[in-house]
């Protein structure tokens, strides 16, 4: 998988891996931290991270044409680093209950920038590496491997961020409810009709409360809840330093690659580069890119439904805790050793792994195996877990199947019956599809979030963890086919001048997708629940449906 690439692609894979644990630390919490610190509603604290990531997705445009026009990548690239930093360090500045919203929308402004100046670009640098005929044919998979690099990052943020809470939590004597924000918003508003029941659930918590200090018990967990956050928030800050020092320090490996069209143009030993299209050629390769820009709109409005809906579909629909088996899932500590356990395994009865493959093999097995198994047997028969902790579901499948989706790829291409790249992203298309109808037949006998007034729902109205844990399983398969294999199709069919451009045009597109999840967040309270997951069976269908219709254009010009 790895066996030929330039190193210049495993500088930019550790250092998209660094900022991206950072991102997914903040995402993996903030609707939770908006709707606990402000009592916002589900639209509402939707709508927010919805535009938040427009902004993170539409300002790699911006990005791009600095990069294309001024500045080239690298300098952008760092640009974005150091504002990305400042952007965190605001976020992560703790204030009490109701205080500080400001300063929060300021930082998620900062943030988006720095993002846009950043991600589009360290994937047009990417692309570079993969102009030279030597490396040409592996562009495909040069973007899988570095899209596991996204998300081994993202892997081990819902960890952090619930680690960082309970601590927080627990210097305060309080643990994690994900009953307690609701309630103690509505209590403090004065809307709660059942005082009875929020004593009940904060006498758990601490049992000297009384009806007396129900209050200042609710400003105190919600307080203590939101530092926790904010502390959580800070973890991209020390990530970020961690990116920039791979970054700046591997430069050499990723320098011949750093050349915008423009500044090949006025190098005399690099004009002889530079590539020259007819305005018809151009004009064939941007139809081409808008037509796919427009169908994986609805992908990412599909996929980022991961930080919204469904975390509230974690939080007031799905058990809050588990037992041993199914917390070897939710515990990364014991989840990473099994995996590497069975990987070993793998290596040990592969035929091609040679002796020395075969005897680290067994290694790994036993010894992984005996770290899971000393982490599986501390556990207790009941565990509880944070809502944001199903985010972790998606980084790690990636992580896991982007081998086997490779193989299988090169395995199709030496039969000579490898899909093409536009073709790989209608089947993504198809497999979302197949992904949310998972959810709709889990919530068909639930009740809808309106029936509920924004509550979590009776512990016997609460589903199974596997509803979601399987969803979260066809979705990554389908990001596989889609995702990495579009940022390639891009870097492949943008015309030269326009490159770091292009490459934001794909996360314009994303952007346009993160719009319409505040949308879909919209309609949490006003249909069946049930109906939120089929809206999106159906749009995710029709994209599909228009993706193959167009499929013969787009594979003409992929093959130009």
Known sequence: ???????????????????????????????????????????????????????????????????????????????????????????????????????????????????????????????????????????????????????????????????????????????????????????LKDKLADAANFLNIAQAQDPQVTMETLGAFATNYINQLSKSYHFGFGVACLS?????????????????????????????????????????????????????FGVVIFFWMAFHQSAVTMTYFARDYTVPSVGKAANLFFDMVGLLPAFLSVLGLVFLVKKSSGRLGRVLGGAAFVGFGALAYLRYSGYAAVNPFQPQMFQHFNPFFIVVLTPIIIGLFGWLNRKGKEPSSPRKIGIGMLITAVAYTILVIGSLSLASPKALGGLVAPADSQVSVYWLISTYFMLTVAELFLSPIGISFVSRVAPPKYKGTMQGGWFAATAAGNALVGVIAWFWMRVPLWGVWAILVGACLLSAAFMFAVMKRLERVARS
Do not use: C
């Open 1 to 187: 998988m790895f066996k030929g690439h330039p190193k210049g692609l495993f500088v930019a894979f550790f250092a998209n891996m660094g900022e991206r644990f950072g991102f997914y630390t903040m995402v993996s919490i903030f609707v939770l931290f908006m709707q606990a610190k402000y009592g916002l509603s589900a639209a509402a604290a939707g709508s927010i991270y919805a535009t938040f990531l427009v902004g993170v997705y539409i300002f790699p445009l911006l990005g791009g044409f600095l990069a294309d026009r001024f500045l080239g990548y690298g300098r952008t690239i760092s640009l974005g680093l150091v504002v990305m930093f400042l952007g965190y360090i605001l976020l992560a500045l703790p204030t009490m209950m109701n205080t500080g919203f400001v300063l929060v929308v300021a930082a998620l402004t900062v943030v988006a920038l720095g993002t846009g100046l950043f991600k589009g670009n360290l994937q047009a640098l990417v692309g570079n590496l993969y102009d030279d005929p030597k490396y040409s044919p592996l562009r495909d998979r040069a973007f899988t491997v570095f899209y596991m690099g996204i998300n081994i990052g993202a892997m081990f943020a819902p960890t952090a961020s619930e680690a960082v809470s309970n601590w927080i939590l627990g210097r305060a004597n309080l643990f994690y409810d994900a009953r307690i924000p609701a309630l103690a918003n509505d209590f």
């Open 240 to 292: 970020l330093i961690l990116s920039m020092l791979i970054f700046w320090g591997f430069r050499k490996h990723y320098k011949l690659a750093d050349m915008t069209e423009r500044q090949k143009a006025k190098s005399e030993a690099h004009k002889d580069q530079v590539v020259e299209l007819s305005p018809e050629q151009t004009r064939e390769r941007l139809v081409a890119l808008g037509l796919v």
